[in-house]
């Protein structure tokens, strides 16, 4: 019976150990939240966000299991264009006074192929919800010069702006609009392992 039961709390602490969450960080000096929009049709404008966090849990390492729930504070983005910037920050795009944070609440990560996954979740703008999908390339995972556990991740995709009432534009004499629909995501993430 004793051996019975020494077995049994050996199998729930293997099974604790395999499961046991890990929890991470950002490491906000090698990580970066990009944009880039098309400009009269002939040229991209690219800009970022200053302000940012993220809540990010995985089982063990395995990123397959991430939880992820991000923030971006609206009124830090940043073209390098003060006008432009204030002009973003108004009611025509995102209102950054009454809308003063942007929400991303992860739903899956799943593998596609080697180190390529897709994240799906509900992306929060305004007062608009939608689920996105996003492409996710894992860099793979590193010791620091410090000791420090770190994971980097290149994450992509597009949305349309007017569908979370960033609907501001107008057209050009060929009918173009001077700010495309189309907003490019380029997130380059650096993560720290804290547990």
């Known amino acids: 019976m004793r051996k019975t039961n020494l077995f049994l709390a050996f199998l729930l602490l293997a099974a604790a150990t395999l499961t046991a969450q890990t929890n991470w960080s950002v490491d906000k000096s090698h990580s970066k939240v990009g ?3 098309s400009h009269l ?3 991209d404008v ?3 966000f200053k302000e940012y966090d993220a809540k990010v849990t995985t089982s063990g390492d395995d990123f397959s299991t991430t939880n992820i729930d991000f923030t971006v504070n609206t009124s830090s983005i940043f073209t390098d264009n003060d006008g432009r910037d204030k002009h973003l920050r108004s009611d025509d795009f995102f209102n950054a006074e009454k809308f003063p944070q942007m929400v991303f609440k992860g739903k899956s990560m799943k593998k596609v192929s080697g180190n390529k996954y897709k994240l799906v979740g509900d992306l929060t703008i305004r007062d608009v919800t939608k689920q996105v999908e996003l492409d996710v390339k894992y860099n ?9 556990i770190k994971a980097g991740f290149k994450v992509t995709g ?3 702006r007017f569908d979370y009432n960033l ?4 057209a050009i004499e060929t009918g173009a609009l001077v700010v495309g629909r189309e907003v490019e995501l380029v997130i380059d993430l650096q993560l720290v392992k804290k547990s």
Request: glycine share 12%.
């Open 35 to 37: 944009f880039s929009v």
């Open 140 to 148: 793979g995972m590193v010791k620091d010069p410090r000791g420090n």
């Open 167 to 170: 609907k501001w534009n107008t």
């Open 158 to 160: 597009e949305i349309n």
């Open 41 to 43: 049709v002939i040229t």
């Open 46 to 48: 690219d800009g970022f």
